[in-house]
T-cell receptor, first 110, second 114 residues
Framework: KQEVTQIPAALSVPEGENLVLNCSFT??????LQWFRQDPGKGLTSLLL?????REQTSGRLNASLDKSSGRSTLYIAASQPGDSATYLC?????????FGGGTRLMVKP | DAGITQSPRHKVTETGTPVTLRCHQT?????MYWYRQDPGHGLRLIHY???????DKGEVSDGYSVSRSKTEDFLLTLESATSSQTSVYFC?????????????FGEGSRLTVL
């Protein structure tokens, strides 16, 4: 069974810092890996999708990388802002079914 | 926005009563999913559908049934609600047209079973 782990579970940083969120998975036979953002009481917003054949994807201040051989993905957030405060979830797709990590709750302080 | 509407958004019901949650999409996507989100357990797949009348079980399907009679609607039914089914339920869709498999989520339905 695929397992997805996110470390740290919570992170608090001052505004302006660059930060890295980690996601590890047990089965490297993945279809793709997706990063989401969830605000309190809201649904999940898709941030980045990395196909299994890709190594990274970028969107604005966000960069996600994928290393299938080591079973890891990272989400890099540049120049963090208070508006980035949310829970970030990674999900591993092994064929139409996503397995989610527990999330990293990020707080960016002004 | 991905064009996903969940209803109702909030519901309080009593143990033993039937409950149906509806997910409606305007994207004409093939795949639809129902997840539940609980503290300490994260998001877990209940059921999914890969076409009209084509459904399959997920990780936590016991106590739930689904139906998909039209491409745009995916219904989740709790035949006899229990307190353990108190949760936030999310519907998701995936196009699978170009094999990206990117998932888009609805806003969620918060269910409380007393």
């Amino acid at each position: 069974k695929q397992e997805v782990t996110q470390i740290p579970a919570a992170l608090s940083v001052p505004e302006g810092e660059n930060l890295v969120l980690n996601c590890s998975f047990t089965d490297s036979a993945i279809y793709n890996l997706q990063w989401f953002r969830q605000d309190p009481g809201k649904g999940l917003t898709s941030l980045l999708l990395i196909q299994s054949s890709q190594r990274e994807q970028t969107s604005g201040r966000l960069n996600a990388s994928l290393d299938k051989s080591s079973g890891r993905s990272t989400l890099y957030i540049a120049a963090s802002q208070p508006g980035d405060s949310a829970t970030y979830l990674c999900a591993n797709n092994a064929g139409n079914m996503l397995t989610f990590g527990g999330g990293t709750r990020l707080m960016v302080k002004p | 926005d991905a064009g996903i509407t969940q209803s109702p958004r909030h519901k309080v019901t009593e143990t033993g009563t039937p409950v149906t949650l509806r997910c409606h999409q305007t994207e004409n996507h093939r795949y639809m999913y129902w997840y539940r989100q609980d503290p300490g357990h994260g998001l877990r797949l209940i059921h999914y559908s890969y076409g009209v009348k084509d459904t399959d079980k997920g990780e936590v399907s016991d106590g739930y049934s689904v139906s998909r009679s039209k491409t745009e609607d995916f219904l989740l039914t709790l035949e006899s609600a229990t307190s353990s089914q108190t949760s936030v339920y999310f519907c998701a869709i995936s196009s699978q047209r170009d094999n990206t498999g990117e998932l888009f989520f609805g806003e969620g339905s918060r269910l409380t079973v007393l």
